[in-house]
């Protein structure tokens, strides 16, 4: 039997789609047994390496807004705090450790201290997922040890390398696609269409290692749109749809 491991890229809010990915794949009889994930990847990842089923995952974030999210630093650091997905791995991975976890999961953080991309898989888990989705100068750094760690998208939003040699089929998920735009008005924008730029350039060689790839149509959506939750939902399962028929087959054969 031929063994499926999954990549869940970053992407903020537009993560939820990776939810509705895994939907998809799991109606189609195919469940991923070893994961790795970036960023919102790395959320996802984790509580679905837990063994929490893609449903109930969805609902713990379903008709949330960003302000019930996070939670505002002290006026002197100016930067939020991910409180509310620290309970949610704290009430769902009491454990706190990749060891127990029901699957294999990694997840991606960039070492500020050193300047580089790590993948972790053993140890303490929480901080290094909270890490993991910290976006530098919006979210608040993580101190673990004697390191300061951020998203782990700056430098590997998609890390594929330990769950590859893990796995016979490897599928990548993508939820950062670069689109034409023509409106481009203001910091605002501009700035969203950097970071996206600069996503999937360090995603590209890593894509093309995957033996599928899953691309939801998530660009209509900025990287703080929780509230839209449904649609986001909506566009993993329904990319999802054609890839699972596939992969069904690929297993079956």
Do not use: W
Request: hydrophobic share 40%.
């Amino acid at each position: 039997m031929k063994r499926v491991g999954i990549c869940l890229s970053g992407g903020g809010a537009r993560g939820i789609a990776h939810i509705g990915v895994l939907q998809a794949l799991e109606s189609a009889g195919i469940f991923p047994e070893v994961i790795s994930g970036c960023s919102a990847g790395s959320m996802v990842g984790a509580l679905y390496a837990n063994g929490l089923p893609p449903r109930d995952i969805y609902r713990l974030i379903e008709k949330k807004s960003i302000y019930s999210i996070i939670r505002m630093g002290l006026p002197d650091k100016g930067m939020m705090e991910l409180s509310y997905f620290r309970k949610i791995l704290s009430d769902n991975i009491p454990h706190d450790r990749f060891e127990d976890l029901k699957k294999p999961f990694f997840v991606s953080v960039t070492n500020l201290n050193t300047g580089r991309a790590e993948i972790v898989g053993s140890g303490k888990l929480i901080d290094l997922v909270i890490a993991s989705q910290s976006i530098p100068l919006v979210f608040k750094p993580q101190q673990i040890g004697e390191h300061i760690y951020v998203d782990g998208g700056v430098l590997n939003n998609l890390p594929i390398e330990p769950i590859r040699p893990l796995c016979d089929v490897l599928i990548g998920v993508n939820v950062n696609p670069v689109n034409y735009q023509k409106n481009l008005q203001g910091m605002r924008d501009v700035g969203y269409r950097v970071l996206n730029l600069t996503l999937m350039l360090n995603m590209q060689e890593r894509l093309k290692q995957c033996d599928f790839v899953i691309e939801p149509k998530t660009g209509d959506f900025t990287i703080f749109d929780v509230s839209r939750s449904n649609l986001i939902y909506d566009a993993g399962y329904e990319a999802a749809l054609p890839a699972a028929e596939s992969i069904s087959k690929l297993l079956r054969d």
